[in-house]
Structure formats: C-alpha cells, structure tokens
C-alpha cells in the first residue's frame, strides 16, 4: 500500500488516493477512528473504490500513521478544530470540490461537526459508522480497557506496527483525552440541527463504545434526510466485521447522492 503526503498549515499528512478523481466528480473521504489511520482502514477504501465507482480518499490525522507528530494532551476540544478548520483544509488542499464523508468513530463525530459545525459547501452526504455525539459510561469503560491492555498486552506493539514513532501520542492522545473528567461531558449535539445534507448513520448492535443512544441522538435532531442501519451480529468496526454488507450500503448511498448531484 503506497501513501502519500499532503501539506496542510505545515503539517505533513499521510494520505492515499484509490482511483483518479475526474472534474466535478464526488470523492469518497474516510475519516479514521481514534486509534486509526490509512492502513488500518485494511481494504475497505479499495472495496468502496470498486463498488461505488467514484474515487477515495484516505488520510490519518496528525499524530497518527506516517503523518507529524502532534503535541500533547489534546485539548477537550480537539474533535472541533479537526471538524470546522482542519478538514475544511485537507479538501481545500486535496483539491476535492464535491465530498460523501465517511467516518469512523471519532471520524464520523467529526464529520457531523463538519457538516453542522460548517457551511459545508462540498459535502454531499455523510456516512457516520459508530459516531459519537456524547459520552457514556460504556465507551468510558471500553477506553479503561484499552488502557489495561495497552501498559499489560502486546497492545502496543500491534499499533506500532501502523503508527510507528507516532504510537505513544497516537494512544495517550486518543486514551487520555476521552478519559478526562472534563470529557465525561463532551457533547456534540448542538451541530446536529445544523446537518441538513443526507445522512446514513451506521452501527453495530453490539458496540461495545456506544449504545443505540447515540444512533437516536443523530437521527431525532439532524435537519436532513436520515437513515438508519443497525447491523446486526457487529460491534464497533461494521465495516471490517461485515465488509462486504457496509461497504454495498455505503456505495448504494454515494449512487443516490451522485445521481441527486448530477
């Protein structure tokens, strides 16, 4: 898998192409979980490349793969600079005019920050997979684990292996943040009146960092068309524990927005 980089306010992002975009085409654009990056997204960029017809692009966030590294903590905040200043850049930068976001987890919140938080004048449509909009004491205790097993499991070593030099800020950044007591009343619904593009909100029946709360959050106050797609059997990565079902549902979506922007 080849990347890229690409330089937004002087910082180097990592970042793939799958397929060339062509003039006024839309653009598949994944956001990654906060412990993700290009690689880890494995061959599902490749899949949506194929199914949907339309060009993909992928980037990992600052302190996260083969991107810079970032200080640290992150700010409480940090989902907001990431929704309404820096994507707003990585399209500007990239060239992308028409956009169908796709994010995961902490991707997809920020999506809809994006996407409400924006005037999100190249968004299409947005797909959230296992999106956050508040915290609860389930994702609190699935971050604890993850911590347990990041200082007393091969963890560690098995981020690296996608992080490098970037694993620890990539953790601690992600782990600390989300385990802050400030966080624990971290809340992005005041974007989601703003949300008045299509929306295809996506979760495993079995997530194990959120609850079926959320997915009511987000469709109960976005002011656009939403639908809903709980996927049975999956926890909090659909598109890898049912990757053929998501990544047609996702393209059947793009079909509708393209043909809607044609």
């Not at 994010?103 to 919140?109: C, F, I, L, Y």
Request: charged content about 20%; aromatic content about 8%.
């Amino acid at each position: 898998m080849s990347t890229e980089h690409l330089t937004v306010d002087g910082i180097r992002l990592e970042c793939r192409w799958i397929g060339a975009p062509q003039p006024g085409q839309p653009v598949l654009v994944m956001l990654h979980e906060g412990l993700g990056c290009v690689a880890l997204w494995r061959d599902v960029p490749d899949a949506l490349a194929e199914a949907a017809g339309l060009p993909v692009f992928v980037y990992s966030r600052q302190g996260y793969g083969g991107s810079d590294p970032i200080a640290l903590p992150r700010p409480v905040t940090f989902m907001h600079h990431e929704g309404k200043v820096t994507l707003t850049r990585v399209l500007e930068e990239a060239g992308i005019d028409k956009a169908i976001l796709v994010g995961h987890s902490d991707g997809g919140s920020i999506s809809l920050i994006h996407a409400g938080g924006t005037p999100a004048e190249r968004i299409l449509g947005v797909v959230t997979i296992a999106a956050h909009v508040f915290n609860e004491a389930i994702t609190v205790r699935s971050i604890e684990d993850a911590r347990r097993a990041y200082q007393t499991t091969d963890l560690r070593d098995k981020l690296a292996r996608y992080h490098g030099d970037n694993v620890d800020g990539a953790f601690w950044g992600w782990n600390d943040v989300w385990l802050d007591s400030e966080f624990l009343h971290w809340n992005l619904e005041e974007f989601l009146p703003g949300i008045t593009r299509p929306l295809l909100v996506i979760q495993g029946d079995e997530d194990q960092y959120g609850t079926e709360a959320q997915v009511h959050a987000i469709a109960d106050q976005v002011s656009g068309p939403v639908a809903v797609w709980m996927v049975p059997g999956c926890g909090h990565s659909p598109h890898l524990e049912a990757k053929d079902d998501v990544v047609a549902r996702v393209a059947a979506f793009a079909a509708d927005l393209t043909a809607y922007a044609d």
